[in-house]
């Protein structure tokens, strides 16, 4: 199947600092990427839509601001999280629309976020 | 707003044994639901999905049934291993806009 490949998958910061997550499809194009958050058994929340080539589309409630999101080729999106605050800290999971009818997402392996 | 619920939380079984897990979707708008296991540390994994214009699928051990009518799909996993031992997600939405709303997921432990 399809191959998204997330990076990094873990990660821990100082609070103030930006931290920026790769996704890449690496056998197929991916017009659309997703980007979620998970928190500690819980569900999949999903943070913004990122289009190739224009801005991202968030969902209420998500800073834009906050959450950076680039999509500058049909390969790779990236999710950077701006001035990290210990509430920031959660697992990041992106996924990717493959374009085939009877596979339609695959997800990243996603990236542990703590903020000290 | 949407929501999807799913149940149970947790769910032990014997290796060999059948599990169930079962969701119920809001928006009647939903016309795809797949179903993803989550292994600790990963990203979700596609392991079956449905269209609204099926009432049931199977690939090998793993079967899913929707009931459009009632707003209810469920997962079936037949003689479990401890392989199978993960977190379960279903979700709802629509295929076209690869937009779901996920389930809040089940624990399974699969007992050797």
């Known amino acids: 199947g399809a191959v998204v490949s997330q990076h990094p998958s873990r990660v821990i910061c100082k609070s103030g600092t930006s931290v920026k997550i790769e996704c890449r499809s690496l056998?197929?194009?991916?017009?659309?990427m997703f980007w979620y958050r998970q928190f500690p058994k819980q569900s999949l929340m999903l943070m913004a839509t990122?289009?190739?080539?224009?801005?991202?589309?968030?969902e209420q409630g998500v800073e834009k601001d906050k959450f950076l999101i680039n999509h500058a080729s049909l390969t790779l999106s990236t999710l950077t999280v701006t001035s990290a605050h210990p509430e920031d800290s959660s697992f990041y999971i992106c996924?990717?629309?493959?374009?085939?009818?009877?596979?339609?997402?695959?997800f990243g392996s996603g990236t542990q976020l703590s903020v000290l | 707003g949407e929501n999807v619920e799913q149940h149970p939380s947790t769910l032990s079984v014997q290796e060999g044994d059948s599990a169930v897990i079962k969701c119920t979707y809001s928006?009647?708008?939903?016309?795809?639901f797949p179903w993803y296991k989550q292994e600790l540390g990963k990203g979700p994994q596609l392991i079956i999905d449905?269209?609204?214009?099926?009432g049931e699928k199977k690939d090998q051990r793993i079967a899913v049934t929707l009931n459009k009518t009632a707003k209810h799909f469920s997962l079936h996993i037949t003689e479990t291993q401890p392989e199978d031992s993960a977190v379960y997600f279903c979700?709802?939405?629509?295929?076209?806009?690869?937009?779901?709303?996920f389930g809040t997921g089940t624990r399974l432990k699969v007992l050797a």
């Open positions: 996924s990717a629309d493959t374009g085939i009818s009877n596979e339609k997402l695959f």
């Open positions: 056998d197929f194009q991916a017009t659309t």
């Open positions: 990122s289009n190739e080539g224009s801005k991202a589309t968030y």
């Open positions: 928006d009647s708008a939903s016309n795809y």
């Open positions: 449905i269209r609204s214009n099926v």
């Open positions: 979700a709802a939405g629509d295929s076209g806009t690869y937009k779901y709303i």
